[in-house]
């Protein structure tokens, strides 16, 4: 069974700063990966995905993350915070099964994201 | 923002009782599932669908039911609501044309459900 571990469940920073929320995966062959963000009170958005093409992410808000399949990691990573970035962060995996996963996912516990001026 | 409507968004209930949770689509997306949101839990599924009339379990069943008679709806149902219930409910669904995981799931707003 897979499952997905995001270390620290709150991470504080000031603007300007780097932004660097960890995750890390475990599942017996590579997954795909996403990290999705959440605002109060609604749903979530996602952020970018990794599917077996680049290790390395862009996604939407300045937003990236590095796939390395050595760490079994997929740490998301954005070079100067701002203040709109504060909400709670998901990263999951979906098993690359070779179709039959359904496209069920396993999500880490949440990284809420604090953003100080 | 993909077309999922999520209904009831609030509901208040007391232990025991039946509640249906209602989540509709307008993308024609052909997996939907459901999930529950708990802190220091992240999202964990409940139930999903593949098709009209065809859905399995996820990790967390027990004391869930589902449905799904028309591709755009798809119900969740609490037989007998217990405390350990309350929650938050998301609808996501997906349009993979295959049966695998590298489409993103789109979610809804959620549903928030206290259980007294």
């Known amino acids: 069974a897979q499952s997905v571990t995001q270390l620290g469940s709150h991470v504080s920073v000031s603007e300007g700063a780097l932004v660097l929320l960890r995750c890390n995966y475990s599942s017996s062959v590579p997954p795909y990966l996403f990290w999705y963000v959440q605002y109060p009170n609604k749903g979530l958005q996602l952020l970018l995905k990794y599917t077996s093409a680049a290790t390395l992410v862009k996604g939407i808000n300045g937003f990236e993350a590095e796939f390395k399949k050595s760490e079994t990691s997929f740490h998301l990573t954005k070079p100067s915070a701002h203040m709109s970035d504060a909400a709670e962060y998901f990263c999951a995996v979906s098993e690359n099964a070779g179709g039959t996963s359904y496209g069920k996912l396993t999500f880490g516990q949440g990284t809420i994201l604090t953003v100080h001026p | 923002d993909a077309g999922i409507t999520q209904s009831p968004r609030h509901k208040v209930t007391e232990t025991g009782t039946p509640v249906t949770l209602r989540c509709h689509q307008t993308e024609n997306h052909r997996y939907m599932y459901w999930y529950r949101q708990d802190p220091g839990h992240g999202l964990r599924l409940i139930h999903y669908s593949y098709g009209v009339k065809d859905t399995d379990k996820g990790e967390v069943s027990d004391g869930y039911s589902v449905s799904r008679s028309k591709t755009e709806d798809f119900l969740l149902t609490l037989e007998s609501a217990t405390s350990s219930q309350t929650s938050v409910y998301f609808c996501?669904?997906?349009?993979?044309?295959?049966?695998?995981?590298?489409?993103?799931?789109?979610f809804g707003d959620g549903t928030r459900l206290s259980i007294l």
């Open positions: 996501a669904i997906s349009e993979s044309a295959r049966a695998d995981g590298n489409q993103p799931q789109h």
